[in-house]
């Protein structure tokens, strides 16, 4: 793992295909977006939501960074899918291998819930420990594992709950804030390493993210035209996006919509063609000046 490597999973992970991202939760949960009974106008309903977007995919930047970085020091990467008794599926965020040792880890970005859902993180915790020491045994190490280290806000509670699981099962069961996770693993310096890289990546950023898909058209009509038909559909069928101001601010001055219009006109198809009335009316409504 180098700087550059570590970069590039954290941008693939918040910032590639965004736009599509955005656009598909406008056209499954436009309530979210609109309405007279919000303290916000449309500009900041929209750049709320892709910074929560962004918090959510930090968290999975971070869980394959992690693995990448387990990868590299010689652990084999287990099937993170299992299935409990009923057959429903489950996902661990870490499951790993090394000299007929099994580690699995629940990972978070920080511990920060409130009560019932710390609850809720044991209980789910446990449940993947149980069908795993099944598996295993006492091959087996489960790991409890907040990233954060300055927020650890269920601390005495998460710790009595893993001596309490360590008991019971007769394994090792851990818990694990920060630089801990790598001590544990004995590789230190990595987490001394992740912390510059992070440094230094933040800097990068830019201080609010761009909303605006028109201040690269070209760009961004690559990433949407590969939006499928029914996001398209309900957006260009929801009037209150357009009136409300919604599209206009990912779409300033309709040049990408404009480029899109084209596409639409380009596929010989009914589903297209229907594409292309609704936005070449709405093109004319909302971007004629």
Same mark, same amino acid.
């Given at each position: 793992?180098?700087?550059?490597?570590?970069?590039?999973?954290?941008?693939? !992970?918040?910032?590639? $295909?965004?736009?599509?991202?955005?656009? $598909?939760?406008?056209?499954?949960?436009?309530?979210?977006?609109?309405?007279?009974?919000?303290?916000? %106008?449309?500009?900041?309903?929209?750049?709320?939501?892709?910074?929560?977007? !962004?918090?959510?995919?930090?968290?999975?930047?971070?869980?394959?960074?992690?693995?990448?970085?387990?990868?590299?020091?010689?652990?084999?990467?287990?099937?993170?899918?299992?299935? =409990?008794?009923?057959?429903?599926?489950?996902?661990?965020?870490?499951?790993?291998?090394?000299?007929?040792?099994?580690?699995?880890?629940?990972?978070?970005?920080?511990?920060? !819930?409130?009560?019932?859902?710390?609850?809720?993180?044991?209980?789910?915790?446990?449940? %993947?420990?149980?069908?795993?020491?099944?598996?295993?045994?006492?091959?087996?190490?489960?790991?409890?594992?907040? *990233?954060?280290?300055?927020?650890?806000? =269920?601390?005495?509670?998460?710790?009595? /709950?893993?001596?309490?699981?360590?008991?019971? #099962?007769? *394994?090792?069961?851990?818990?694990?804030?920060?630089?801990?996770?790598?001590?544990?693993? $004995? =590789?230190?310096?990595?987490?001394?390493?992740?912390?510059?890289?992070? %440094?230094?990546?933040?800097?990068?950023?830019?201080?609010?993210?761009?909303?605006?898909?028109?201040?690269?058209?070209?760009?961004?009509?690559?990433?949407?035209?590969?939006?499928?038909?029914?996001?398209?559909?309900? *957006?260009?069928?929801? /009037?209150?996006?357009?009136?409300?101001?919604?599209?206009?601010?990912?779409?300033? /001055?309709?040049?990408?919509?404009?480029?899109?219009?084209?596409?639409? =006109?380009?596929?010989?198809?009914?589903? #297209? $063609?229907?594409? #292309?009335?609704?936005?070449?009316?709405?093109?004319?409504? #909302?971007?004629?000046?």
């Amino acid at each position: 793992m180098n700087y550059e490597n570590f970069a590039k999973i954290l941008n693939e !992970h918040l910032f590639s $295909k965004e736009k599509n991202e955005l656009l $598909k939760k406008i056209a499954d949960w436009p309530e979210r977006f609109i309405g007279l009974f919000r303290p916000t %106008k449309p500009g900041t309903k929209v750049l709320q939501n892709l910074l929560q977007s !962004h918090e959510i995919r930090f968290g999975d930047a971070l869980e394959e960074l992690i693995k990448k970085i387990l990868r590299d020091w010689d652990y084999t990467i287990l099937d993170k899918n299992i299935t =409990n008794e009923k057959g429903e599926n489950l996902s661990i965020d870490q499951y790993f291998s090394k000299l007929n040792k099994i580690y699995f880890v629940e990972q978070k970005v920080r511990d920060d !819930h409130d009560s019932t859902k710390k609850r809720g993180q044991i209980s789910n915790f446990e449940t %993947k420990l149980e069908i795993l020491y099944k598996k295993h045994g006492k091959q087996l190490t489960g790991i409890m594992y907040f *990233i954060d280290p300055d927020l650890s806000k =269920n601390k005495n509670f998460y710790e009595q /709950e893993i001596t309490r699981l360590s008991s019971f #099962y007769d *394994i090792e069961v851990k818990l694990f804030y920060g630089e801990e996770f790598f001590e544990y693993l $004995k =590789n230190p310096k990595m987490w001394d390493d992740m912390l510059l890289w992070l %440094k230094q990546w933040k800097k990068d950023l830019p201080e609010i993210p761009e909303v605006n898909c028109d201040k690269e058209p070209l760009k961004s009509f690559e990433e949407l035209k590969e939006l499928e038909l029914r996001y398209w559909r309900k *957006i260009l069928e929801n /009037e209150k996006l357009w009136e409300e101001g919604i599209i206009k601010v990912i779409f300033r /001055e309709g040049k990408t919509l404009k480029l899109l219009l084209e596409f639409f =006109n380009s596929q010989n198809t009914t589903p #297209y $063609k229907r594409l #292309y009335d609704l936005l070449k009316e709405k093109l004319s409504k #909302y971007f004629s000046e």
